[in-house]
Nanobody, 122 residues
Framework: VQLQASGGGLVQAGGSLRLSCAAS????????MGWFRQAPGKEREFVAT????????YYADSVKGRFTISRDIAENTVRLQMSRLKPEDTAIYYC????????????????WGKGTQVTVSS
């Protein structure tokens, strides 16, 4: 399984960014796909997950209402639309996958991609 994240960058507070994760190496039906982030000096934390089949979503309280996770089955891509960004959203964002379907914040994931840096200036 390969997961390739892209779309990070520098944005002002209040702005938007869209991250993409290109997934390959197998079919992902029955998988949970997710985004996590790690800020400097902090542990990696859950951001959002989506069930590849069915599209059920879960979000961390800190991003609920501002971020939207989605998946494009035809393109084997998972996206994270981030709006109303805050400086505290600054982190390296990682795409991940796990089997089976996980309800709520996962304790672990099976596959991880390299991260993409998101920096939000005040």
């Amino acid at each position: 399984v390969q997961l390739q994240a892209s779309g990070g960058g520098l944005v002002q507070a209040g702005g938007s960014l869209r991250l993409s994760c290109a997934a390959s190496g197998r079919t992902f039906s029955g998988y949970t796909m997710g985004w996590f982030r790690q800020a400097p000096g902090k542990e990696r934390e859950f951001v959002a997950t989506i069930w590849w089949s069915g599209g059920v979503t879960y979000y961390a309280d800190s991003v609920k209402g501002r971020f939207t996770i989605s998946r494009d089955i035809a393109e084997n891509t998972v996206r994270l639309q981030m709006s109303r960004l805050k400086p505290e959203d600054t982190a390296i964002y990682y795409c991940a996958a796990a089997s089976p379907l996980i309800a709520g914040p996962p304790r672990g994931m099976d596959y991880w991609g390299k991260g993409t840096q998101v920096t939000v200036s005040s």
